[in-house]
């Protein structure tokens, strides 16, 4: 539950001020509190969390302003991890196509994708592009282009992340 907690705080963050206003993100900061007490006192914990997070969602979905119908203002949600780090895929995509210099396109991606399953992907193109010796450029391409694509691929579902 407390992964639950963690993933409620962070999603949070990545809500337009007119949905985030609706959430009271305070009240989920409990500290070892879920740890501190006994199994009855953890289960009205759960059930007092659960429920407050049942009515703010219920609040935002009652919320005439946020209908589809009205176009809400949704343009102050931040950028999540995965729109950025799909961004400079495609940055690096159109710098291995058009034959322009990737290194520094792939640096950059390799440091934003730190601490993300993305950052494998990132490492390995660094070290294609470093290569200095390469037999079969064909084949060299073709992997830096699959390599692109999946780090492309797996950014995708990044977007839970600030």
Request: glycine share 8%.
């Amino acid at each position: 539950m407390h992964n639950w907690i963690c993933a409620i705080i962070e999603s949070l963050k990545l809500l337009p001020s007119s949905v985030a206003n609706h959430f009271r993100v305070g009240s989920y900061f409990i500290g070892g509190a879920h740890f501190e007490t006994n199994d009855e006192g953890r289960q009205r914990l759960w059930q007092r969390l659960g429920a407050q997070l049942k009515g703010e969602i219920d609040a935002v979905l009652a919320d005439p302003a946020l209908k589809r119908a009205e176009a809400p203002d949704l343009s102050d949600r931040p950028t999540t991890k995965g729109e950025r780090l799909v961004k400079i895929c495609d940055e690096l995509q159109q710098a291995l196509t058009s034959g322009r210099d990737a290194d520094q396109i792939a640096a950059r991606l390799e440091r934003e994708a730190s601490g993300t399953p993305v950052a494998f992907d990132a490492r390995q193109i660094r070290k294609l592009l470093a290569k200095r010796r390469i037999s079969d450029l064909a084949q060299h391409q073709a992997d830096l282009y699959r390599l692109v694509g999946h780090a492309r691929l797996v950014a995708g579902g990044l977007n839970h992340l600030e």
